[in-house]
Nanobody, 129 residues
């Protein structure tokens, strides 16, 4: 069983930056090169949507259009940690952010949440002046 724990959320002013982290533990996460990792977010009153995804090796990434050029997804497999660097934040980025792990996901990019096997508990990001 893989456990995912997000951190790094908080309150930031428009135009500011935050870096989210997602620490993974348990199961074979660190030994099996099969986990694609992604970030999703859910704004109040809205459905959860895809934000970004990164392959196990880190060589492939994909972003939803609204965050391209502002967000950067990365991972450190030696530390079993996923990151999301968020710059030029706007109030529309306000949401609970979730990290997720997809075991041997088929198709690229895996943007559907149904393809992910494990989820973190989420971390709140609020962009407001």
């Amino acid at each position: 069983q893989v456990q995912l724990v997000e951190s790094g959320g908080g309150l930031v002013q428009p135009g500011g930056s935050l870096r989210l982290s997602c620490a993974a533990s348990g199961g074979a996460f660190s030994s099996v090169p099969s986990y694609t990792m992604g970030w999703f977010r859910q704004a109040p009153g809205k459905v959860r949507i895809f934000v970004a995804v990164i392959s196990w090796s880190g060589t492939s990434t994909h972003y939803t259009d609204s965050v391209k050029g502002r967000f950067t997804i990365s991972r450190d497999n030696a530390k079993n940690t996923l990151y999301l660097q968020m710059d030029s934040l706007t109030p529309e980025d306000t949401a609970v952010y979730y990290c997720a792990a997809a075991f041997r996901a088929t198709g690229w990019p895996p943007v559907q949440d149904a393809k992910y096997n494990y989820w973190g508990q989420g971390t709140q990001v609020t962009v407001s002046s």
